[in-house]
């Protein structure tokens, strides 16, 4: 079996095994669902507060309500994705660490990584990408804005690059648990920094928000996650700056460059490995 | 060509010294002070494919850490290793797919789920052909008894079931070599008697390079004719069993039971008196002296029963690691003096 079909087969099996774990705790898998769910909603709404009293982020900046809806529709794609294939793992690699359960991942003839990155699958979280993805067709349709077949393949592009930066820095962080032994400060930090990326970049103006708008567009780079592909349905219309037609090209760069740093610092974090006693 | 080889391997971890108290815990988050643990010291080591291993020592010695550094689990320090020709800290799938790991005191089935999904995904990470995937899964049930359980949450199995279905899962690719850290710890006589006699009928039938380490020396008499003893990092013994017993053990015990009830006061003098229990007493004596005192107590009093064993493995391997001790303490107080000696962790 090619080797690309194989290791999509044991991610289908993660899948299933999770979604089977899931149901076997139905009342659990419920109350997490309806307890995102609800944080979802009540973030919607407290946007949909902030368009009653204005009708644009800013001026001029092309972020109008349905236009900010498409945005937080694929911000809430991406980070539901991220989050449903990912958080569980980063957080339990930490207990890997720690209670040597890594050793059995290790021996195994797959790529650790690989193992250790998609093991589980967190199905609560699934509701969210769907609401932020009826959340960004509604908005569209509001908009009277109907993408083509290319803007389509290349907003799923730049999402799921959006999806691997998120990815990336999240392991990135929880690699360091292999030298710190407790990391969990370090990993919530993931949180704090991808909260930057929630919002178009065009908040980021003046003399406090352009060192910000270069460092997480630059340094640590969690503002083209989101901005990136969303700019594709609602604002490609009018590219305003140089800018704007190099970022598309800049966030492949960067998602590979990210990407690349992590599968790095990830294999010095293995070859660091101790194990934890017998 | 040996299926293991081992030349001159070593694995030191540096940890941080730990200290007591909250001036002396701040002042080690600026200034750590690390020590060295020489957990392996520079074995040498040749395994034949087919053979069947054990691996002696106390807690620490550096069993569990030598099979660690064969499964690619963490790298050495110094020194060379081959497992079936392949390195195995390079981690190459090549080598992976031949060979497994159980250990005891881990597990790596999912605790939610029944076994049976677990070994689904084996097969996939495997990737073994369908056919002798549920051929030899059936096989492995069958001979551990536990196919009736298949289906159920692991986290439902007792210990024992858990400790078998474990055992499946790290077969069912059928390794050429298995690694095997203390698989029969915490289990009751019943589940350890079936875990001996699985391995045994397996390896024969299978011709499989095993590694064992165990506290029960029932496993090691019952499955392995070569030992290998560590101690402190070091290969104190590499021998079989019966040279082991016939080296250490230089005393028998002789248990008589006396017919009238009444034990002799005078039995001291043929030997050491480790039990006294009328109308049954336990000698302790040399063994070319056993015969001599058998002779001469059932001349003189009338006895039930008389039998002779061996002294347990337990108390002679309990007594070499007190020699190695003993000789190792002695060793260090004479390095003690010679302060570029790096060998010994107590000179850091």
Redesign the interface.
């Known amino acids: 079996?090619p080797q690309p079909l194989?290791y999509l087969?044991?991610f289908a099996?993660?899948a299933r095994?999770s979604l089977?774990?899931d149901m076997?705790?139905r009342a659990n898998f419920l109350i997490e669902f309806i307890s995102s769910l609800s944080w979802v909603f009540m973030n919607l709404g407290f946007y949909i507060l902030i368009f009653h009293y204005t009708p644009s982020l800013g001026r001029d900046t092309g972020w109008g309500k349905y236009e900010f809806f498409v945005f937080t529709g694929t911000a809430l794609m991406i980070n539901s994705l991220a989050g449903m294939l990912f958080m569980t793992n980063a957080d339990n690699f930490g207990e890997l660490i720690r209670?040597?359960?890594?050793?059995?991942v290790?021996?195994?003839?797959?790529d650790?990584q690989f193992l250790v990155s998609l093991q589980r699958v967190d199905w609560s979280s699934s509701g969210n990408f769907l609401v932020g993805l009826g959340l960004a067709v509604y908005s569209l349709r509001c908009l009277g804005v109907w993408p083509s077949p290319v803007t389509i393949v290349l907003y799923v592009f730049y999402l799921l690059c959006g999806v691997v930066i998120l990815y990336s820095l999240m392991f990135l962080l929880a690699a360091t648990a292999v030298w710190l032994g407790r990391n969990e400060t370090l990993f919530d930090f993931w949180f704090y920094i991808v909260s930057f990326g929630r919002y178009p970049m065009e908040i980021y103006e003046g003399r406090f928000g352009r060192p910000f708008r270069w460092f997480f567009t630059f340094i640590i780079p969690v503002l083209v996650a989101i901005n990136v592909p969303s700019r594709f349905l609602v604002q490609s219309i009018r590219p305003q700056s140089l800018e704007e037609w190099l970022l598309p090209l800049y966030t492949i760069a960067a998602t590979v460059i990210v990407f690349a740093v992590c599968r790095a610092v990830f294999q010095l974090a293995l070859?660091s490995?101790?194990?934890a006693?017998? | 060509m040996a299926a293991i080889e081992i030349r001159g391997l070593s694995k030191t971890y540096r940890v941080t010294r730990k200290k007591e108290g909250l001036v002396a815990t701040l002042r080690a988050l600026f200034r750590p002070e690390y020590e060295y643990v020489h957990a392996v010291r520079s074995i040498d080591l040749t395994i034949e494919s087919g053979e069947f291993v054990a691996f002696l020592g106390p807690n620490g010695a550096g069993k569990t850490t030598t099979l660690k550094l064969l499964s690619g689990i963490i790298t050495p320090t110094s020194g060379e290793a081959r497992v079936l020709g392949h390195i195995p800290w390079r981690r190459e799938n090549a080598y992976r797919r031949r060979f497994a790991l159980v250990m005891g005191q881990k597990n790596q089935l999912w605790w939610d789920l029944p076994a049976a999904e677990s070994f689904h995904l084996h097969q996939q990470i495997y990737g073994i052909p369908p056919d002798q995937f549920t051929r030899v899964r059936d096989e492995l049930t069958e001979m551990l008894g536990v196919r009736q359980l298949l289906h159920r949450p692991v986290r439902e199995l007792s210990l024992g079931e858990r400790m078998k279905m474990e055992l499946v899962a790290a077969l069912l690719h059928s390794p050429q070599v298995l690694f095997l850290d203390e698989p029969t710890i915490g289990l009751d006589v019943v589940a350890q008697y079936t875990i001996q006699q699985f391995l045994r009928e397996y390896q024969a039938r299978t011709g499989t390079t095993v590694i064992l380490t165990s506290h029960y020396m029932k496993d090691v008499v019952v499955l392995c004719r070569r030992v290998v003893v560590i101690f402190d990092g070091q290969i104190i013994y590499d021998g079989s069993l019966t040279n082991l017993v016939d080296h250490l053990g230089d005393y028998k015990i002789i248990t008589i039971r006396f017919s009238d009830g009444q034990v002799p006061t005078d039995l001291s003098r043929f030997g050491k008196i480790i039990l006294r229990e009328p109308p049954r007493v336990r000698l302790r004596v040399a063994r070319n002296e056993a015969t001599e005192v058998i002779r001469a107590v059932l001349a003189r009093y009338i006895a039930e029963d008389v039998s002779v064993e061996d002294p347990p493995l337990e108390e002679l391997i309990a007594a070499l690691f007190a020699s190695a001790r003993n000789s190792r303490l002695s060793q260090e107080r004479g390095n003690s003096a010679v302060p570029e000696d790096t060998t010994h962790s107590a000179n850091h």
């Open positions: 079996m194989r087969q044991i099996t993660f095994n089977i774990r076997t705790f209670r040597g359960g890594l050793d059995f290790l021996v195994k003839p797959v650790t070859h490995y101790r194990s006693s017998s």
